[in-house]
């Protein structure tokens, strides 16, 4: 037996090293900010209780004369302790390696605004840009576009020490034509437009005829300002010297804080669903899925608003008429404009995956399950999905609301399956509830490289906090406007019609009405939702 004098050191130095692992745990878990005030408490005096057990299991008795029940004590004590401690230091560890994962998750750094591909006929013997300074090369002069290719030409000429011979284009389609008919033999765009030909039945398979030899990285800092119009015959740009005197400092206010991001409040998220992501450039590609969700933290309400793609809508990047896809190559915020405009309201953030993404995060919680209204093959026959309840992994819920060509509705009916399957992940989640604090750090791996939102890593864990106290409360409407099909030019194909859909007003009114009842916390009833035109 170990004499008072020599245990009470050593007792005292266990206890302090489990009491710093609690702390160390404790604080890290504050940190991911994933736990409300409540469960914060509740696991801080489990803390404290486990460490008051471990002390008293250690020091109780220590003034009294040796026993073979006090030996057992101290033995169960410090085996306690010692569990304990690499628990603590364990769980801190792994939660500090998921609060890097948030960060990494949230905070995507672009290296460029846009990345142009330089492109020949497949068959042409030019390998690399020295092999083109004698080229005739075509480049988009389309909106923000222009800028672009302004930076590119600059750039190539800097690469080959000589002007090069640029052509402007104002489609995509034009230049593709241009590069089929040899009037250029070789064109330097933005690969986000490729997406746009695939709608068009005469350059269907275009990108295979095709090969990049380069690519150029026009920078974040980059503007109209500081960058050669050499498509409008101008090559030198002059900065005029800024001589306006410096502001006086005004005095620095007293910080007062903030509450927490979405409490007690009413957001609109964008959810956008792209199949590319380039990235190294600021977000773009061609949206396939454009759903906005209202979220009243008050009333625990949540309105899902689906877009039709093909909705003919203002591009503002171009200041035309265009299809809602295609805003999405000018980038996200393109997209946002153009849905702020056609239904008045004012998106707070937003958060688009692509379909790598999604089909991993499907399979991580487990596949969904849900009520399939039509029995239907996807177009390669790959999958069938029977009519009524139906179970769906990750492939096959990408499958489910890619997939138009089985219906006579088309883009309407997709539209609809994708907000089902919407629907089914909330559901998933629901079933979960607090266990799938178990999987946030798998599904944050997933997310990194195929997932993108302009949330901070705090807002996204508020956000989860929110989302899974009480998750059953949450109460899930859905409203999908919809229009009338044709064809006509676009903003991004101004000589070639195109399959759009015209807005019916009437539905879009509607929808607009329904996030302004969202936000004035009024509770959205089947009622209400019955008097959609």
């Known amino acids: 037996m170990i004499k008072r004098r020599v245990w009470r050191p050593i007792a005292y130095s266990v206890l302090g090293v489990t009491i710093l692992a609690t702390i160390f745990f404790f604080y890290s878990l504050i940190k991911v900010n994933l736990l409300g005030s409540d469960y914060l408490a509740l696991v801080a005096a489990v ?57 990494t998750v949230t905070n995507v750094q672009y290296d460029a605004r846009a990345v142009l591909g330089v492109f020949v006929p497949k068959d042409d013997e030019a390998k690399s840009l020295n092999d083109i300074g004698d080229y005739t090369i075509g480049f988009l002069q389309l909106g923000q576009e222009t800028l672009n290719s302004n930076y590119a030409i600059g750039a190539i000429n800097e690469k080959l020490g000589t002007e090069i011979a640029a052509e402007g284009y104002v489609s995509i389609t034009e230049a593709a034509e241009a590069l089929r008919d040899g009037s250029v033999q070789a064109i330097a765009v933005n690969d986000d437009y490729f997406y746009i030909l695939d709608d068009i039945d ?20 980059a503007t109209e300002q500081n960058t050669p119009n050499y498509l409008a015959g101008e090559t030198e740009v002059v900065e005029q010297p800024d001589i306006s ?37 600021v977000s773009a590609g061609r949206s396939d899925v454009n759903l906005l969700v209202g979220v009243n933290t008050k009333t625990k309400q949540v ?46 953030n937003y958060m688009k995956v692509n379909f790598n993404g999604f089909t991993s995060f499907v399979n991580a919680i487990g596949g969904i399950t849900l009520n399939n209204p039509t029995a239907f093959s996807n177009s390669t026959n790959a999958f069938h999905f029977a009519e009524g309840e139906i179970h769906l992994t990750g492939r096959q819920a990408l499958s489910y609301v890619r997939e138009r060509h089985a219906f006579g509705a088309g883009e309407l009916a997709r539209n609809q399956n994708q907000v089902r399957v919407m629907r089914a992940i909330i559901d998933q989640l ?104």
Not at 272 to 280: P, Q
Request: glycine residues 8%; contains cysteine; aromatic residues 8%.
């Open 202 to 221: 005469t350059f269907a398979g275009f990108r295979d005829e095709i090969r990049q030899i380069d690519e150029i990285d026009v920078p974040m800092e």
């Open 303 to 348: 309105l899902i608003v689906n877009t039709p793609r093909d909705y003919f809508v203002m591009n503002p990047a171009l200041g035309g008429e265009d299809k809602l896809t295609h805003c999405g190559s000018s980038g996200t915020e393109n997209s946002i404009a153009a849905l702020e405009e056609l239904y008045g309201i004012e998106v707070d």
């Open 47 to 103: 803390l404290v209780l486990c460490d008051y057990v471990v002390g008293v299991l250690l020091l109780f008795g220590v003034r009294r004369k040796k026993s073979g029940l006090r030996r057992a004590r101290r033995i169960i004590g410090i085996v306690l302790a010692v569990v304990m401690t690499a628990l603590f230091i364990i769980g801190g560890l792994m939660l500090n390696r998921l609060n890097k994962a948030r960060q």
């Open 430 to 533: 629901r079933t979960k509830g607090v266990s799938l604090l178990l999987q946030y750090d798998e599904i944050l791996k997933i997310m990194e490289g195929n997932f993108e939102t302009d949330l901070t890593p705090d807002q996204l864990s508020s956000l989860a906090k929110i989302a899974i106290t009480n998750i059953n409360d949450w109460e899930i409407k859905q409203y999908l406007p919809t229009g009338v099909s044709g064809k006509r030019t676009t903003a991004s194909t101004p000589g070639t019609e195109l399959f759009i859909i015209y807005p019916k007003f009437e539905t879009v009114n509607f929808a607009t009405r329904l996030f302004d009842l969202l936000a004035s916390d009024r509770i959205l009833t089947d009622e209400i939702l019955a008097e959609a035109p």
């Open 245 to 281: 005197p410096a502001p006086t400092p005004e005095p620095t206010p007293e910080p007062t804080p903030e509450p927490e991001y979405g409490e007690n409040r009413t957001m609109i998220f964008y959810f956008s669903g792209i199949d590319k992501r380039n990235s190294k450039a």
